[in-house]
DNA sequence: CTCCATTGCTTGACAGTGTCAAGCTCTGTA
DNA sequence: TACAGAGCTTGACACTGTCAAGCAATGGAG
C-alpha cells in the first residue's frame, strides 16, 4: 500500500526493521554466549546497517532489554498455559506455574539469565521492566488464592515460590547443582516436583 | 635478597605481580558493572602492561575466574564465622550459614552474581570450581547434621537450602524482589529470617 | 668472567566492538 | 518540479581481547 513496489521486499517498512532487530537480538541473545551478542552482530542478523539499531535504541544495553522484554513475555505465556491445564484447586494451579517457570528457564538458559542481570532495566516505565511486572502479576494472583496459614502473608508467599524456583534454576544453570545421579533419565523435572512439594505447608492450611 | 636493591620496590616479584592482578581483579569486579571489568583496566589498576596478564592467565575468562575464586574463598569465610558463633543446634547452625551466605551477596552484589554467571567455571579441576567446592561442602555437612524427616535426603536437602539463599538474594539484587515496605530501617534481614525459618520442617523431626 | 638460554614483561599490531557525526536516498507534500 | 524530512548507511573514534615480536634481567654452563 505505501509501497509502490508491489514485490513489496525491496524496502521493509520501518516497523519492520524494529520488529527484525528485536527478533534477531532474541535468537541471538538465546545462541551465543552473552559477550557474544553484538550490537553489530544484532544489525548483521537483520540484515542492516550495524548502526540502524541507534535509530530505535539509544545504546545496546536498550536494544538486549528489548530482546528480553520478549523473554518475559514467552516465560508469561507458558506459565499461564500450564496453569490453565492445572485444575482449580489453588494450590496445584501454583505448583502448575512453577513447574512451567522451571520448564522456560531450562529451555531457554541464555535468555532466562539475561533476564536477571542487573543493568537490562533501565527504568521502571521501561518495556522490560512492565513485562516483568505482568510476569510477576502471574505469580501473585496464584498465591493470592491459596490458603495460607498464619504468618505468612501475600508478599511472603510470593518471595518463598519465586525464590525457589528461581534459585532452583539458577543453580541448575550455573552448573552449581547437578540433580540426581544422571542415570539415563533426566532427574531434573522429578527433583523440581519434589522441591516445589517442600513448600506445600506454606501454601495451604 | 634476589632483588639487588635495598628499596625492593623498584622490581616486584612475579608473584607478587600475579597477586596483583587477582586483586584488582577482585576489585574491579565489585567496583564496575560486568562488561566495564576488562582486562586492560585490571592491568592498569595493577600497574603492568596491558598484556601482562597474558602471561599467567589463558585469556580473560580466566582472570576473571582467579578473582572470582577469592569471591568463594571469602563467601565460605564468613559462613563459617556466623556457623561458628550459632549455638550447638544443628538447624541454628543452618540457619547461621544461610544468613551468612545472604549477607556475603548482599555486600558484594556484583562479585556474587559473577561467581554464578556461566562460562568463567572453565573445568572441574579450575581453581573457581574447587573454591566453590569448598563452599558448597561447608552447606553439605551441616545440612548431613541435621535430623531430616522420612523422604528429604541429603541431596534433596542441601538443594533446598542452596536455592533458597541463592534465589533469595538473586531476586533482590536484580531488582526483581523488593522487600518490605521500604520505611526506614532496611528490612531484608528480617524477611530473610522469617523465610529461612519457613523450610525448618525440612531439617528438624 | 663470558656467553647464552630462559623467564617476565613491554610494545606494537590486528580485528572487532559501541557510539557519534555526516551524508545519502528515498517518500510525501506543496 | 522543488523541497523537507525520515530512515538508513558510511565513516570515524576510542576502546576491547589476543597474538607476535622484542627488550631487560636472571641464572647456569663453559
Redo the contacts with the bound molecule.
Keep these: 500500500m ?3 513496489e508491489a514485490g513489496g521486499e525491496r ?2 517498512r ?1 516497523a519492520d ?1 524494529r520488529a527484525a532487530l528485536v527478533a534477531a537480538a532474541a535468537e541471538l541473545i538465546e545462541a551465543l554466549p552473552e559477550s557474544e551478542v ?4 544484532v544489525a548483521r542478523r537483520a540484515g ?5 539499531p ?2 530505535y535504541f539509544p ?3 536498550d536494544l538486549m532489554a528489548a530482546g528480553l522484554a520478549e523473554g518475559f513475555d514467552a516465560l508469561t505465556a507458558r506459565m499461564l498455559a500450564r496453569r490453565d491445564a492445572a485444575g482449580d484447586d489453588p494450590w496445584e494451579q501454583l505448583k502448575a506455574i512453577g513447574l512451567g517457570y522451571i520448564a522456560f528457564a531450562l529451555e531457554r538458559p541464555r535468555t532466562y539469565a539475561m533476564m536477571f542481570q542487573p543493568g537490562y532495566i533501565t527504568g521502571p516505565d521501561s518495556d522490560m521492566a512492565r513485562a516483568g511486572e505482568r510476569c510477576r502479576a502471574v505469580l501473585t494472583d496464584a498465591v493470592a488464592k491459596t490458603r495460607r496459614p498464619e504468618g505468612v502473608d501475600q508478599d511472603l508467599g510470593v518471595a518463598l515460590a519465586w525464590m525457589n524456583v528461581h534459585g532452583f534454576v539458577s543453580l541448575i544453570t550455573s552448573g552449581m547443582l547437578k540433580c540426581g545421579p544422571t542415570e539415563g533419565a533426566n532427574p531434573t523435572p522429578a527433583m523440581a516436583d519434589r522441591l516445589l512439594s517442600l513448600t506445600r505447608p506454606a501454601f495451604t492450611k
Tied chains: 1, 2.
Design positions: 505505501a509501497d509502490s524496502r521493509s520501518p526493521v553484538s550490537l553489530r552482530a542492516v546497517s550495524h548502526a540502524a541507534a535509530h545504546s545496546r544495553a
